[in-house]
């Protein structure tokens, strides 16, 4: 049995599956490579694609990165309560009690920039808090999809795509009690989230990232006429080197390359090194070349296609069965390698995306080098669900 799945199997065998794995070696070099390939500018830990609050702390505590980007604003109010001070919601938010736990705490409202794209934004925010609220800091979320006349390439965010819109949305900002504008944010996710599958996909982010170098200046100077930024934040995991070469940025987010999920598979600019796995059972022996794994049904969001199943990926081998896939309760898996499973074997799984793993399990375990195993909570474990 090759490394690391020798060194994670014998770690964890004293553990009742399913459990998830973490690789402590990869999660290092992963963090050292997420840095380096920034080359200097300062990594924003995205804390959605980890959920784990020991590794968000330890990640931090490296050279290279600075600050969280967090995905709920009940989210962000809890970890300022144990101690870190930079966070910066990258989604707008309508939560009535996490805006009331904001404003009464001064500590929260000096360490979290809250998201926003529309005047309407403030409308609801009003609305929810009364307008004689303390100050809240803001940060303005710009379209960073590529238009090609009516075609649109990117996730579908914010109405503030233009400098125009964004110095129109910055001017309503600087008159306007009870907010401070101090950063703007770019995700590039048809170039950070895109694998390098073919030429013309190649084709599309690079023609992307020169439109985004220019739109991108010309917002922040825009923007610079009615706020003094402390953020220009942009990037993701997968665009770190293209985006962190553009002057105009003061900081990148990253959090996926941490942990490497098979959406991460395929990058030119970087070798995928998978360092998060979820392990599960055999259960059954249906036939000679299937063996059926308790449950296994984490599916990752996104389109409801192949790509957001769980991968089989030790023993080599093995693959789903495409009627069934990854199940409530059981997962088949069929190849070669299944007829020397047997019941009670455990096979190692990878999973899509990030941090969603560990939505569904309340610990993970943290294999060192050497082998030693410790177990760590994940949101989940310490009782917290933000959505």
Excluded at 51 to 71: H, K, N, P, W
Aim: glycine letters at 8%.
């Amino acid at each position: 049995m090759p490394e690391p799945f020798e060194r994670l199997l014998t770690a964890t065998a004293g553990l009742d599956t399913p459990f998830a794995v973490v690789d402590e070696p990869a999660l290092s070099a992963n963090a050292d490579d997420l840095v380096r390939r920034a080359g200097g500018v300062p990594v924003r830990l995205a804390s959605k694609s980890v959920r784990v609050r020991s590794i968000v702390e330890r990640t931090l505590a490296r050279d290279g990165f600075a600050g969280v980007m967090s995905y709920s604003l009940a989210e962000s109010n809890w970890l300022v309560d144990h101690g870190i001070d930079d966070i910066l919601l990258a989604y707008p938010t309508t939560s009535r009690q996490a805006l009331h736990d904001l404003v009464a705490d001064d500590r929260r409202c000096a360490a979290i920039t809250v998201m926003v794209d529309s005047v309407e934004s403030l409308d609801h925010i009003d609305a929810l808090l009364g307008t004689g609220h303390p100050p809240i800091r803001v940060c303005i979320d710009v379209d960073s999809s590529l238009r090609l006349g009516p075609v649109h390439l990117g996730v579908r965010r914010s109405p503030v795509h233009s400098a125009r819109q964004a110095r129109r949305l910055a001017a309503s900002i600087e008159v306007r009690p009870g907010f401070d504008l101090v950063g703007v944010m770019f995700y590039d996710a048809q170039i950070a989230g895109l694998p390098d599958s073919s030429a013309a996909v190649r084709l599309v982010k690079k023609r992307s990232a020169a439109e985004l170098l220019h739109r991108r200046a010309n917002v922040v100077a825009a923007v610079r006429q009615h706020a003094d930024l402390e953020i220009v934040n942009a990037g993701g995991t997968g665009s770190l080197e293209v985006t962190g070469a553009d002057p105009a940025i003061t900081e990148l987010t990253a959090g996926s390359g941490l942990f490497s999920p098979v959406l991460f598979d395929g990058y030119d600019a970087f070798e995928s090194r998978p360092a998060a796995y979820f392990v599960l059972s055999v259960v059954r022996k249906p036939a000679k070349d299937i063996a059926t794994l308790f449950a296994g049904g984490y599916i990752a969001s996104g389109p409801t296609n192949k790509n957001r199943q769980p991968l089989p990926t030790w023993p080599e081998g093995l693959t789903a069965i495409g009627t069934e896939g990854a199940g409530e309760v059981q997962s088949p898996v069929k190849g070669r390698a299944a007829r020397d499973l047997r019941i009670g074997d455990r096979v190692v799984m990878r999973y899509a995306k990030a941090g969603e793993m560990c939505e569904r399990f309340d610990r993970v375990a943290m294999i060192a080098a050497d082998g030693t195993i410790e177990i760590v909570p994940t949101y989940r474990g310490e009782g917290k669900n933000f959505g």
